[in-house]
């Protein structure tokens, strides 16, 4: 993007003032302040009209930069008995205006929340297919984001979801941008363009049962609310800019806190929180879990968080568990952890020569490092082998007489919820070490040594 807003195609005269009138140019004007002159960009193509009338000003822009790449995706959900027939018009199309086309099917079905399940599915692909260097651009439009809106307000969303659709987000890595050129725009100019240019698209009749919520918003609300208030959709598009600013203004504050807060990823400080007013601290609680899951906890969720883990004196550790994970406090520390299976009989061989062990549900890897714990070396004979419980009693140099791991580990004040998950360095039936934690007493005097790390992110 061009941040002085000038034309980064140069001198390159894309209209004809007897052909555009103001809006029409508006349209073409918003795809352009996005795209370098040699810019790759991957249309989302379903056939309707918005992606029709998008996918043709990106090839009469084309017309006029030749550098410009584009290519089109097209994925058939398989929910419509004319859902091949779409595809093959879409294929047609393409081929028509020499736009290379990738077709994909998604063939699973799903039960609940058809809707929401399928866009989840349709932008996997999408992100598999984007190339490094390429942008996608979507359709969405104007009643999209109004009806998004009214569908955030009948859920009670805070300003998270009053954001409703960005004109601009991050879609991979740096270079992968997905833009909603047209968000500012009312669906009727994309039609009237669209029946101008005397385009070809795909009306798809389930848009008119309204026992689907946001068909109801478009067939039934929007037009009887826009009778009354004529400039109401615009008005909409000012709420959710202004929702969308002061998310950004939030997001920058409550994250320069946490930074001071944090004592790792997972961990955070109670004392350094406390200090702060109940509704910054539900924030600070909120964005936290944001960053480690990428999904918003609901309203509730924060409040029970901040009642019975942030204020709660009756449990020393007291825990909140999730679908993926949980939360615990211990030592005036709030601790996350993603769950796992039961792991407390499984052992895991590495035979002679001993390389990496790459421990399973996302625990890391063990492997050989200088900067690793010193142990002695494995004979060539012995059974390298990782495990995560042992019940009888060892001699550590932390603790000098024998006694269960559970007690050294306490000693150690390593959290209660991270105990169960430590590896444990074993040759044949012997106990080493917990690994980067301390060695058994009997091997501390060995003179050769064996460096390695536990990689982890817990």
Request: hydrophobic letters at 35%; proline letters at 3%; one cysteine or more.
């Amino acid at each position: 993007m061009d941040a002085s807003g000038s034309n980064p195609l140069g001198r390159i005269n894309l209209y004809n003032k007897n052909f555009y009138n103001e809006k029409k140019k508006l349209l073409i004007e918003n795809i352009i302040k996005y795209i370098k002159p040699n810019q790759k960009i991957l249309v989302s193509y379903s056939g309707g009209l918005d992606s029709t009338v998008l996918l043709y000003q990106l090839i009469e822009l084309k017309k006029k930069n030749k550098k410009i790449k584009i290519r089109a995706i097209h994925i058939n959900h398989s929910i419509n008995k004319n859902s091949d027939i779409w595809s093959y018009h879409c294929y047609k199309q393409c081929k028509k205006n020499n736009i290379k086309i990738i077709l994909k099917k998604i063939n699973k079905k799903y039960k609940n929340n058809i809707e929401c399940s399928l866009r989840i599915h349709r932008y996997k692909i999408i992100k598999k297919e984007l190339l490094k260097r390429e942008i996608l651009m979507t359709a969405h439009h104007l009643n999209d984001q109004c009806e998004t809106l009214i569908l955030a307000l009948k859920r009670g969303s805070g300003p998270d979801g009053l954001s409703c659709i960005k004109k601009v987000i991050q879609f991979g890595n740096k270079k992968q941008l997905l833009i909603r050129p047209f968000i500012k725009f009312e669906k009727k100019i994309l039609k009237k363009w669209a029946i101008k240019k005397k385009l070809k698209w795909i009306t798809d009749k389930s848009n008119f049962n309204i026992n689907i919520e946001r068909n109801f918003v478009r067939i039934k609300i929007i037009p009887i609310l826009e009778s009354k208030w004529p400039f109401l959709l615009k008005n909409f598009y000012r709420t959710t800019k202004i929702c969308q600013e002061n998310k950004k203004v939030i997001n920058f504050f409550i994250h320069s806190i946490l930074k001071k807060c944090k004592l790792s990823k997972t961990e955070i400080k109670i004392k350094k929180i406390i200090k702060f007013p109940k509704e910054i601290i539900i924030l600070i609680i909120r964005y936290w879990m944001h960053d480690l899951t990428k999904k918003f906890i609901s309203y509730k969720k924060n409040h029970q968080i901040y009642k019975d883990i942030i204020l709660t004196k009756k449990n020393k550790s007291p825990s909140m568990y999730f679908k993926k994970y949980k939360l615990q406090k211990y030592k005036n520390i709030i601790f996350y952890c993603k769950l796992i299976p039961n792991i407390k009989n499984l052992i895991i061989f590495c035979h002679y020569p001993f390389k990496k062990i790459i421990l399973p549900h996302e625990l890391g890897k063990i492997k050989k490092s200088k900067n690793g714990m010193k142990v002695p070396p494995p004979k060539k004979t012995d059974l390298v082998n990782i495990r995560f419980n042992f019940s009888k009693k060892i001699l550590t140099h932390e603790i000098n007489k024998k006694c269960k791991i559970k007690k050294i580990l306490n000693r150690l004040k390593i959290p209660i919820l991270y105990r169960n998950y430590i590896p444990l360095l074993f040759y044949n039936e012997t106990f080493i070490s917990a690994i980067g934690l301390f060695l058994s007493k009997s091997k501390e005097n060995i003179k050769k040594h064996w460096h390695i790390s536990w990689i982890n992110d817990i």
